[in-house]
């Protein structure tokens, strides 16, 4: 049974090049309305993980969050899915420093940009930002991670910056592991702790 992941797959191949009558098949079968456009899949990961915190199942709701393996992908991914395409409800999260490409992506695509929420830095650093770095520290710790973190602090590089701003950068120095954190610490927050513009994504959905 075709699923919302499938329907992604069909748009990612789309959006490289392929035939787009697998993804507006699912489209219609799965009933989307929405499509989220988000810059990678961290975020995703951090986007499902309060979904599923507040009981709400994005898929069932006709809502398709998709990393789009970087914000310059935007105006493709929008004017696929957009009113020039399947005509979908366009959302999304990005980061300050690529509001401008989604910005003009959305405005090609004749797309209103008022679903669109900012980060002042990114998704991570907002998080950090949230919980605090000794909280984030434990976390860290809870997997196993807390001597590559000691190492990685004490590097000549990371002097001079804020504990804030070397976590961020650790979080990004494996593979993975900023997917993995990005569930990890919306999972760790209070319910007054999440970040506006992730809360208010969710809640526009």
């Not at 799965?30 to 995703?44: F, I, K, Q, Y």
């Not at 907002?126 to 919980?131: C, N, S, T």
Request: glycine share 12%.
């Amino acid at each position: 049974m075709a699923d919302m992941g499938a329907f992604r797959d069909a748009v990612t191949r789309w959006a490289a090049g392929s035939s787009g009558g697998p993804a507006t098949e699912l489209a219609e079968r799965l009933r989307v309305r929405t499509a989220v456009l988000l810059e990678g899949p961290s975020d995703l990961a951090a986007v499902e993980a309060l979904a599923a915190r507040r009981g709400r199942d994005l898929p069932a709701e006709g809502i398709c969050a998709l990393p789009m393996g970087g914000a310059m992908s935007v105006g493709r991914y929008a004017g696929l899915l957009g009113p020039p395409g399947l005509g979908l409800r366009l959302a999304g999260l990005c980061d300050e420093r690529e509001q401008p490409f989604y910005d003009r992506g959305l405005e090609r695509a004749r797309a209103p940009r008022q679903g669109v929420f900012v980060c002042v830095t990114d998704l991570e650093d907002e998080l950090i930002r949230a919980l605090g770095v000794p909280r984030v520290e434990r976390i860290v710790q809870a997997e196993g991670d807390l001597q590559a973190w000691r190492i990685f602090e004490r590097q000549p590089a990371q002097q001079g910056r804020s504990p804030q701003q070397q976590m961020r950068r650790f979080l990004g120095t494996k593979r993975g592991r900023k997917i993995r954190y990005g569930r990890l610490l919306v999972e760790a927050l209070e319910p007054g702790q999440v970040p506006a513009p992730l809360d208010r994504l969710l809640a526009s959905l």
